[in-house]
């Protein structure tokens, strides 16, 4: 396999959509970057920027923002989070 995509994903320590997001990344062997908006409340504002949403997770592969969990599940459910990861390696 080629390099890993770059996965960040603005989460919180207790956010349960933000471990099962996690937890389906790990079995695609993708290590997320966390940034946790609840100790660093200025990244909180710049995700709400970015993205235009007040809710964790957000997830981004390479440039793309994928959504929350419930997004990135439904991509899996679809047979495209592999396509999207390799494209973004």
């Given at each position: 396999m080629?390099?890993?995509?770059?996965?960040?994903?603005?989460?919180?320590?207790?956010?349960?959509?933000?471990?099962?997001?996690d937890?389906?990344?790990?079995?695609?062997?993708?290590?997320?970057?966390?940034?946790?908006?609840?100790?660093?409340?200025?990244?909180?504002?710049?995700?709400?920027?970015?993205?235009?949403?007040?809710?964790?997770?957000?997830?981004?592969?390479?440039?793309?923002?994928?959504?929350?969990?419930?997004?990135?599940?439904?991509?899996?459910?679809?047979?495209?989070?592999?396509?999207?990861?390799?494209?973004q390696?």
């Amino acid at each position: 396999m080629g390099e890993q995509a770059r996965v960040l994903m603005y989460c919180t320590r207790i956010c349960p959509y933000c471990t099962m997001a996690d937890r389906l990344l790990e079995r695609k062997g993708v290590k997320a970057e966390k940034i946790h908006v609840d100790e660093l409340p200025e990244q909180l504002a710049e995700m709400m920027r970015i993205t235009g949403r007040t809710t964790v997770p957000q997830i981004f592969i390479g440039k793309t923002h994928v959504g929350g969990y419930t997004d990135l599940a439904e991509l899996e459910r679809g047979g495209k989070l592999d396509t999207l990861l390799a494209a973004q390696s």
